[in-house]
């Protein structure tokens, strides 16, 4: 039998991770939300769902979904960062940068 290596799980690990849009992160005093845009297969915009992170107040929910509909992730996710900052949050795009493997 053939072990992996660490290098190959890591690889192996990456390619079955969906792809991540950069999200946002608005801020209100000490309180930080995440929205963010998840892609099911990397390089296609559908399937996609809205993630929206609230886990230091206790709660993570995907918002929205979309199968068909290319650009409805991204459209919902900048309309709540905005409703958001109308809301007098600051939000502001980040960028994606995957962790690095450990060797």
């Known amino acids: 039998m ?3 290596t660490t290098a190959t799980l890591v690889a192996i690990s990456i390619a079955s991770t969906p792809a991540l849009a950069n999200p946002q992160i608005c801020t209100y005093g000490d309180l930080s939300r995440r929205i963010e845009v998840v892609y099911s297969h990397p390089g296609q915009p559908v399937p996609c769902e809205v993630i929206y992170d609230k886990s230091a107040e206790g709660s993570i929910a995907t ?5 068909h509909e290319a650009g409805y992730c991204e459209a919902q996710a900048a309309a709540l960062a905005e409703k958001l900052s109308g809301m007098g949050w600051s939000c502001s795009a980040v960028a994606y940068e995957p962790a690095e493997p450990e060797i």
């Open 2 to 4: 053939k072990r992996l």
């Open 63 to 67: 918002l929205w979904r979309a199968d």
